[in-house]
């Protein structure tokens, strides 16, 4: 089966330098999640959004921002790269439709992003 | 708001001993719940969910988890570890009022096993 697709999976950048990670959910689910688990630390919801419009938004800094597009792919870019950015980056995906009573997410094997 | 709370960041069991994975839900109305399994640099694997339709649920690799409202706990149970099954453990919750509801996870449990 289709799973949630992240690239890159490894970026390494300089501090103030910007990042993009991608994330293609899987076909046909229309709401997207983004997370940032850094070192030890439990996932911290950034944003998400729900036919290419933002749906919620979590502890995102200002620094960052993210879109979905109209293949419902997300893209997370991040501007002026801080050393506590450092930290695994996931993107979720979930169907549309509360079709078994829950909201379940699907989570991709997430980007690592290390800044120097 | 929901927000799930994990007792013990750190469990060791010995292999072939029961595993019991604490977590206690706050929540003004009955939530969601999910276990999710996360191993070495991988990514988040649902394990189980509770959903109301049962509240004892079942779940992969012989791991299972009972909804008690009067305790307001979805603990995770196996009843046999294996070494296969030492990875970091998050419970999460998430709302009914909303379609595409997030998940709030819990600060994560690491199992370790014993050989």
């Known amino acids: 089966a289709a799973g949630v697709i992240q690239s890159p999976r490894h970026l390494i950048k300089e501090k103030r330098e910007t990042a993009t990670l991608k994330c293609y959910p899987i076909?046909?689910?229309?709401?997207v999640y983004w997370y940032q688990q850094g070192p030890g630390q439990d996932p911290q919801f950034l944003i998400s959004?729900?036919?290419?419009?933002?749906?919620d938004k979590g502890s995102i800094p200002d620094r960052f921002s993210a879109q979905q597009f109209s293949d419902y792919h997300s893209e997370l870019n991040m501007s002026s790269l801080e050393l506590g950015d450092s930290a695994l980056y996931f993107c979720?995906?979930?169907?549309?439709?509360?079709?078994?009573?829950?909201?379940?997410?699907?989570f991709g094997a997430g980007s690592r992003l290390t800044v120097l | 708001a929901q927000s799930v709370t994990q007792l013990g960041s750190h469990v060791s069991v010995s292999e072939g001993a029961l595993v019991l994975l604490r977590c206690n839900y706050s929540?003004?109305?009955?939530?969601?719940l999910f276990w999710y399994v996360q191993y070495p640099n991988q990514g988040l694997q649902l394990l189980l969910k509770?959903?109301?339709?049962?509240?004892l649920v079942k779940g992969i690799n012989d791991f299972e988890a009972e909804f008690k409202k009067s305790e307001t706990s979805f603990h995770l149970t196996k009843p046999s570890a294996h070494m296969s099954d030492a990875a970091e453990y998050f419970c999460?919750?998430?709302?009914?009022?909303?379609?595409?509801?997030?998940?709030?996870f819990g600060t994560g449990t690491r199992l370790t096993i014993i050989p």
């Open positions: 076909p046909r689910h229309d709401t």
């Open positions: 959004f729900y036919e290419k419009m933002q749906s």
């Open positions: 979720a995906s979930s169907p549309p439709g509360l079709t078994t009573g829950a909201n379940v997410l699907t």
């Open positions: 509770y959903t109301s339709a049962a509240t």
């Open positions: 929540s003004s109305v009955p939530p969601y």
């Open positions: 999460a919750v998430s709302g009914r009022a909303v379609q595409n509801e997030k998940l709030t």
